[in-house]
């Protein structure tokens, strides 16, 4: 039985012999791009804001197989305006100015404090929120699907992407991570472990750390 690789291509991770590796038989991504927040395919220009949809954007290329990994292409670094030591004052009205953190995402720049100018929106938010909480809660167990315990799925646990059967499925089989994942200028990680990165392919390899059930329907 010949020896099965593991494709490199961004989007395939599929198996492979280098005796049934046709044309067409790999499909996949070129490259990301990250900015602001936003994760683009330089490819086909497709984008979210959340990494696990990004990753699930289906690939627009398609080739054969390789274990070669991917030169993944670098954006223009923005020229950054030389720094300033600012008053209280200055740095409030920064912290408000900043895209990353008027949308919610993590930034290291301003740190955990970007929670406190955005606890007014959510508190409004929450308020509107409660009033419909028995209504989310009976169309969340309508929607719940009924599976066969001997039917492969996939696990969307972020970090895992395992198929699994649930039967097989117990509380340390899936290896993932809580997250979030935090892009913030020219470094990738995961804020669950602490652990970043500069390059996507080093982001993609960086090892779970949390062990749980495997769940083919994990929250985005």
Known sequence: MANLLRCQRIGCDATFSENDNPEDSCT????????????????????SHDFSLFLEI????????????????????????????ASPATN???KEA????RQGFFCSDHGSQVKDNIKPSYQ???????GNADLKE????????????????????KGCGQTFKEIDNHETACNYHPGP???????????????????FDEFMTIPPCA?????????S
């Open 28 to 47: 996949y991504h070129e490259s990301p791009l990250f900015h602001d927040g936003m994760k683009e395919w330089s490819c086909c220009k497709k984008r």
């Open 58 to 85: 289906p690939g627009c290329k398609t080739g054969k197989h390789t274990t070669e990994k991917p030169v993944l292409a670098k954006a223009n670094p923005t020229p950054k305006p030389a720094t300033k030591t």
């Open 92 to 94: 409030v009205s920064a």
């Open 98 to 101: 900043c895209p990353r953190c």
């Open 124 to 130: 409004v938010q929450s308020t509107s929120e409660e």
């Open 138 to 157: 009976n169309v969340k167990a309508q929607a719940k699907k009924i599976v066969d315990i001997n039917q492969p799925q996939i696990c969307k646990n």
């Open 181 to 199: 994942a935090v892009f913030h200028d020219r470094l990738r990680g995961w804020k669950c472990c602490d652990i970043h990165v500069k390059e």
């Open 211 to 219: 062990k749980g059930w495997h769940n083919a329907d994990a929250a």
